[in-house]
């Protein structure tokens, strides 16, 4: 009797199972590390978007407090009321991961990836000294202060701003 040996044709279905659980956990990886990277990039996108933001609120809050000539700090909802000398109202909000300006029914939105307002007054060392921290990310603050009435001083004391 004569034996025939024939060439294999297919693949076992073990081979596929390895080849599909192999498959499975690169595509796992693959995804994860996508995952991963697309957050990096939203984060690292926001801190960079609020820079000017950032700026823009220290310029506006600084010259608000400049202008008001008393202000007051409501720890518990984190807002602060600038009151001016035509009595006209200024309030800054935080809400959310936004600060928000309020002026006769107008709001303005600064845009922060952790907005948060602290305020820190010492009346006893610099009556008029208003300070207030902006809290950009759990890392960095940016410390705004001036003298409450600032602008009106100057202008009454040298003649013009």
Sequence with gaps: MTQ???????????EVLVAITIGSV??????????TLLRVNQRVQSRANA????????????????????????????RIELTLADGAAISYTN????????QDGRVEP?????????CEVDSAAAPDYFEVTVQIDPARRLPVGACLGGAHRLLLEGGSP
Excluded: F, K, N
């Design 4 to 14: 025939r040996t024939t060439a294999r044709r297919g693949v076992s279905l073990i």
């Design 26 to 35: 690169v595509m796992a990886a693959v995804a994860t590390g996508t995952a």
């Design 51 to 78: 820079g000017p933001q950032v700026e823009q609120l220290a310029r506006r809050l600084r010259a608000d407090l400049r202008d008001a000539d008393q202000a007051t700090w409501d720890a518990d909802s984190g």
């Design 95 to 102: 809400e959310g991961d936004r600060c928000l300006r309020e």
């Design 110 to 118: 600064y845009r922060l990836p952790a907005a948060e307002l602290h």
